[in-house]
């Protein structure tokens, strides 16, 4: 449906750059690097790629053909396939969990931008403890990283405004090749390090015995987090595509872009890690502790290389958050009629203020625990990303396959394809039976951790 009032993807590069965008966030650049480390290199890659081909690209062409054909949000999309049902929950969810997810993802986005600025503070904190100090006074200061919040919730909130083509297209078409060129520099600079052959081999030596049941699990979930998929983030992106967009390759570029980047992100984080003798920490600890402290190991150079990695990480945030952004506005502007301006404007500040808490949890109300003695950050987490988002692809999966018909989800796919490449009887296979079985595993292995 092009639709004049919602906005369409003025190009096709713009919509792919902008797809990929969403993909490429906090999870490519801290989390891949680190647990395909912890869960045997080579070997835990391999099995991710397995999932992202065989699980997340079917879910990917399921959600922008739901939202090329509907021209909806993700609630109106569910609606308009099946009027009077109840699918239209399964998006409700969706909803519900960019708000969450975003909620949070605004705090760490703002710790992003803040260490673009706290170059001289990391940098005189050398390699020792001293640096994991100048992080946790930060994070658990009570104003400083709820400033940050709203500075980069305040970013996203100013792109998404200014609309699709105008707005997120046009910024990540500038951001994303910007991305690649930041996160090129910096490999060329870690692997030409003298010892960064003691970090390639603990990157990516395959070691099987390293890739437990859990590693399996791990790389499931991340596949789908770093894809974005599971909450309609694709139903929206794919309801301003133009319908003789191509969504079977469109899915492949997207997806092809993420792990590449994801894979790089490793590629430019251990060489530098081992060749200054550090210790690969986890998670946040990684970013924001270990990676500081190479920077500080390389004297004055190492200014200029922080700077460039912590616009790097901005940038990648950036663009995921708006596409988190956009599921919640497109929702409010489709069904209840508001106009963009006041759906960012409104929605932008609920999560913000929603947000708050999980910076406060860091410092202040550090005490209050949620689930399974998570702080507050950590439980939003748990809850979006291993349960709506597993349960949101499940049931999309379940609907295109069992429900809603394969044929007519094939022939709304490949509408508009010219190529070679069109959905078939292998989508078909992957959608009725291989994925929605791979996610219900481990949909009951994550219950299981509360
Ligand atoms: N994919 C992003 C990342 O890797 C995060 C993200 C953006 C996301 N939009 C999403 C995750 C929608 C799940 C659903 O950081």
Redo the contacts with the bound molecule.
Sequence with gaps: MENKTRGNWGTRIGFIAAAAG???????IWKFPYITGMYGGAAFVIVYLLFVILICIPVMNSELLIGRLTGKNPVGAFKELVPKSSWWIVGAMGVLAGFI?LSYYSVIGGWAVAYIFKSGAYMAAGAGTEQANVFVNFITSPIAPIVWHAIFMAICIGIVMAGIEKGIEKYSRILMPSLVVLLLILILRSVTLPGAGKGLAFYLNPDFSKLSAEGILAALGQAF???????G?MITYGSYLKKDSNIPTDSYWISGADTLIAFLAGLMIFPAVFAFGLEPGAGPGLTFITIPAVFASMGAIGHLFGIIFFLLLTVAAIT?AI??LEVVCAYFIDEIKWDRKKATLIMGITIFLLGVPSSLGQGVWSGVKILAGRDILDSLDFVASNIL?PLGGFLTLIFIGWFWGTDKAIKAGNEGSKGPITLGNGYRFLVKYVAPIALFIVFLMKITEF
Excluded: H, P, T
């Excluded at 987090?225 to 909450?231: D, I, Y």
């Design positions: 969403s993909a490429v966030g906090l999870g490519n997810i987090f770093s894809l974005s998929l599971g909450m983030c995921s596409s988190l988002l």
